[in-house]
């Protein structure tokens, strides 16, 4: 990753104080992206605290002053020391009301949500109904968020994959054996293509592009014919998990053998990579800096290797495309 330039802070701040908190799946750097949060806040002078367990701990009350050493040695730690939930609650008009009043009443002005397309959802309504500010910083494992290049978590997630397929591997070889290793994403295919590409599966499914049992067939044959004797096929779970095991079904009625490996949260969990933790610190400290100079309402992520502000209205619910060359790329590199 290279050098990332953080927006200016303003000569006047618009706020006195903020609040962090993490929202949805957790992802290794979100505590990166805490920590940037409340340490940059306290740099320019600006009163930080802390949510529990995103916004169910927001409607509890469950807020806490945080000083620097609040987010000491959480840098290399997964997970997120804030805690998480997901909050279908949250989606109720009265409930942002009272989320807002519960916020004012603690005299915070401004609220950071580090999560995914959902977490954004609330925080835009909530800024949109009450005017409270919201910025969101994006972390989750899938890299699903239009508007940014890249989501804090998923570059640990990939690596964490690969390093499973590079294990599966030599079981697959050993004993010449077909593998299908089952990778997160939801309805989005960048982890199986980056885990693909990167761990050199022999074919990847992804829910972007059609990809039937024959075709899968037919590219395991093709590997046979030129001798290769094992090979890895990467599948995205979908918006249904459990799609490797209904692939491996079909693919027994064909006369193929092959044995089925879902990571699962394995996937979520773990030290967050270098990449993480300095994305998530660079969004945390640029989140600070918008807010402070009265950008809200919208997400901080990163574009071409710039920090960029991305209003809501053009980040939630929009579809983030895979490349397409990369697509084509994996399927030349498997031949
Ligand atoms: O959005 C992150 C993610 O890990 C997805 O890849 C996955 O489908 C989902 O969360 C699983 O959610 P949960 O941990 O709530 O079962």
């Not at 804090?152 to 390093?163: C, L, S, Y």
Request: positive net charge.
């Amino acid at each position: 990753m290279a050098m990332i330039t953080i927006p200016e802070f303003p000569k006047t701040k618009k706020l006195k104080s903020l609040a962090v908190l993490t929202s949805g799946g957790d992802a290794p750097g979100m505590n990166a992206a805490v920590r940037a949060v409340v340490r940059y806040s306290i740099a320019n002078d600006i009163e930080v605290f802390g949510i529990m367990k995103g916004y169910s701990g927001l409607l509890e009350g469950q807020i806490e002053a945080m000083k620097l050493s609040s987010v000491a040695n959480i840098i290399q730690r997964g997970g997120t020391v804030l805690k998480t939930s997901r909050c279908p609650e949250f989606m109720k008009k009265q409930v942002r009301k009272e989320a807002a009043y519960i916020l004012e009443r603690k005299g915070i002005e401004g609220l950071v949500v580090i999560g995914g397309d959902g977490s954004f959802a609330g925080a835009s309504l909530l800024e949109k109904e009450t005017g409270f500010r919201t910025i969101g910083v994006p972390g989750t494992i899938d890299n699903d968020i239009f508007g940014t290049d890249d989501t804090i978590g998923f570059d640990t997630a990939v690596n964490t994959a690969i390093e499973a397929i590079d294990r599966i591997r030599d079981t697959a070889s050993s004993h010449g054996r077909l593998f299908l290793v089952e990778v997160m994403g939801r309805n989005s295919g960048f982890i199986a293509l980056s885990t693909g590409i990167g761990g050199g599966a022999e074919t990847i499914v992804v829910p972007e592009a059609e990809m039937t049992l024959p075709m899968i067939r037919k590219s395991i044959e093709r590997g046979m014919n030129r001798g290769k004797t094992s090979s890895i096929i990467v599948v995205a779970e979908g918006p249904k998990p459990g799609l490797a095991t209904r692939i491996g079904r079909g693919l027994e009625k064909a006369g193929f053998d092959s044995k089925i490996c879902t990571l699962g949260h394995i996937q979520r969990g773990g030290v967050p990579t270098a990449h993480d933790r300095m994305l998530g610190s660079v969004l945390g400290a640029a989140a600070v800096a918008y807010l402070a100079s009265g950008k809200s309402g919208g997400m901080v992520g990163i574009t071409r290797n710039e920090v960029a502000f991305t209003p809501f209205k053009e980040v939630i619910g929009k579809k983030k495309t895979l490349p397409k060359v990369a697509m084509a790329l994996a399927e030349i590199l498997a031949t």
